[in-house]
């Protein structure tokens, strides 16, 4: 046989090993996707917390409202924050994620309080 040319049964190996190594890239590609978002929530969570800090030394006590504090935005790239509680000793921030732009911020958690310890809560 003079002919040069794929076979079916060669085709489909093809398409297989193709497959695999895309089943494995996306999942890692996606992941690193997020890394930018979430580094810059977690420095805004640290903004949060040294305004925060701020505003008990004025007034001797943290806030819940956030139009009391500078410095900080309630919303940044793909996550939104909010003061959960405060109170004269201590107070907890939380940052939302929304990875697929469906306003539902619902993927992942991060927050913060008084001490600067930061938690994945989802």
Same mark, same amino acid.
Do not use: K
């Given at each position: 046989m003079g002919n040069?040319?794929?076979? !079916?049964?060669e085709l489909?190996?093809?398409?297989? !090993?193709?497959s695999a190594i895309l089943l494995?890239?996306?999942p890692m590609h996606a992941m690193r996707a997020k890394r930018p978002d979430r580094v810059e929530a977690k420095a805004q969570l640290f903004v949060i917390r040294d305004a925060q800090e701020r505003h008990k030394l004025q007034y001797g006590t943290y806030t819940d409202d956030a139009a009391r504090l500078s410095n900080w935005r309630t919303v940044v790239g793909r996550y939104q924050f909010r003061i959960r509680t405060a109170d004269s000793w201590q107070f907890l921030a939380q940052a939302d994620g929304d990875f697929n732009n469906d306003k539902l911020y619902d993927h992942e958690t991060w927050t913060i309080d008084q001490t600067?310890?930061?938690k994945k809560v989802k």
């Open positions: 040069r040319a794929f076979t !079916v049964i489909l190996i093809m398409i297989g !090993v193709m494995i890239a996306l600067g310890a930061i």
